[in-house]
């Protein structure tokens, strides 16, 4: 069981930036694929980006590649979200998940545990 709580969402003017927070419970952490998506209302969550076990193999979603950087410290079992030259299209709930090891899935079925989301606005 992993218990996941993101942190650093806020309201930001467009161009600007952000720094996310999810950090995990349990020893296991460093097992876990980690990925992030994101939800605007009515609206199916999108894959924003993830990251496997070891950090050493990531994936992101066409419209933030080169804007957003996703990282892990498993000493810390917390995984971060860099969002840079951020867009009033970013504007969501961004919510962090685990998902099993040896992939990044990119489907949130595919992932296990969820956080419970943090606001981020992007004012134009």
């Known amino acids: 069981q992993v218990q996941l709580v993101e942190s650093g969402g806020g309201l930001v003017q467009a161009g600007g930036s952000l720094r996310l927070s999810c950090a995990a419970s349990g020893r296991t952490f460093s097992s876990y694929t980690m990925g992030w998506f994101r939800q605007v209302p009515g609206k199916e969550r999108e894959f924003v980006a993830g990251i496997n076990w070891s950090g050493s193999s990531t994936s992101y979603a066409d419209s933030m590649k080169g804007r957003f950087t996703i990282s892990r410290d498993n000493a810390k079992n917390t995984v971060y979200l860099q969002m840079n030259s951020l867009k009033p299209e970013d504007t969501a709930v961004y919510y962090c998940?685990?998902?099993?090891?040896?992939?990044?899935?990119?489907?949130?079925?595919?992932?296990?545990?969820w956080g419970q989301g943090t606001q981020v606005t992007v004012s134009s």
């Open positions: 998940a685990a998902g099993p090891p040896g992939w990044v899935p990119t489907r949130s079925y595919e992932y296990n545990y």
